[in-house]
């Protein structure tokens, strides 16, 4: 039983969804976005509510009918209020600019790492310890924060590192001498 699959999804007012097929296309007040339903899944539109079903009852179909209700949810909620995801920067030295659609990163190498903007997304340097990412995919807002924060992950025994806002990282003790 897939709780997240059977939910009845509403479609919000301001929100246009076409279907063509396994096609969906998404189209509100921020943007659009389009997805690819599997063919095993079945989209069913009735008005302004929307129900998915699936074609079997096993593992497979019972994972891609939650999966496929939840990125529709997502990009529902990503035309009307978009995704943003903050990244902290903690360590002596470490700063971030933007440099027109460059992220510039100082973390404590011997050179800075730079990464340009992508296409859908907003990227925001409010000071030199935060960078705040923002648009509407889901996914692709957690891809680039996730590519950025790789670059110096948080370490455990001095906390350094680029985490996400609210990010608890364990500290472990370090060498104890004699």
Known sequence: MSRIGNKVV??????????DGQ??????????LSYNINPEITMHMDGTEVRFTRA???????????????????????????????LK??????????????????????????FEDREGLTVEVPDALTIKISGISKQAVGDF?????????????????IRYEGEVVKRKEGKTGK
């Open 10 to 19: 509403t479609i919000p007012a301001g929100v246009e969804v076409k279907q």
């Open 145 to 161: 924060a996730a590519e950025v924060r790789a670059i110096r992950p948080p370490e455990p025994y001095k906390g350094k590192g």
């Open 23 to 32: 096609h969906v296309t998404v189209k509100g007040p921020k943007g659009e």
């Open 56 to 86: 079997a009852e096993d593992k497979k179909h019972r994972a891609l009918h939650g999966t496929t209700t939840a990125n529709f949810l997502n990009m529902i909620e990503g035309v009307t209020n978009g995704f943003t995801k903050t």
């Open 89 to 114: 920067m903690v360590g002596v030295g470490y700063r971030a600019a933007k440099k027109g659609s460059v992220l510039n990163l100082s973390v404590g190498y011997s050179h800075p790492v730079d």
